[in-house]
């Protein structure tokens, strides 16, 4: 988890591997419980920021902004998305969708 990196760094630390499923995770911007982290993916060139929110109230995780599949931490989806592909959606085409499966977590060299 490269979590405090900014998302300049994140997406550098994603473009350094270039490689369709690389991934990180990283501290939302937006900084609230309900929102904690983002999960940043790279494909066909391009890097994607999915929210994970958190539900307080079932304490467990969620993925993206319309997802209903629970995980009780972090590891969990990312274990998950290793196996599964995950839906990939186009934030300025909404209509353009991909699928990939995690591949490779990036390291920042920061840390």
């Known amino acids: 988890c490269s979590s405090d990196l900014t998302r300049p760094h994140a997406e550098g630390a994603l473009r350094r591997i270039n490689r369709d499923g690389s991934f990180l995770v990283r501290n939302s ?17 391009k890097v994607y920021n999915v929210q994970i929110r958190y539900d307080q109230r079932q304490d467990v995780y969620l993925l993206g902004t319309g997802g209903t599949e629970h995980f009780l ?3 969990e989806i990312i274990d998950y998305f290793t196996k599964t592909p995950l839906l990939l959606i186009d934030g300025k085409d909404r209509d353009l969708r991909y699928q990939c499966t995690l591949t490779q977590p990036a390291r920042s060299e920061e840390h």
């Open 73 to 75: 931490s972090v590891t």
């Open 29 to 45: 911007s937006r900084k609230t419980i309900s929102h904690p982290f983002v999960l940043m993916v790279l494909f066909n060139d």
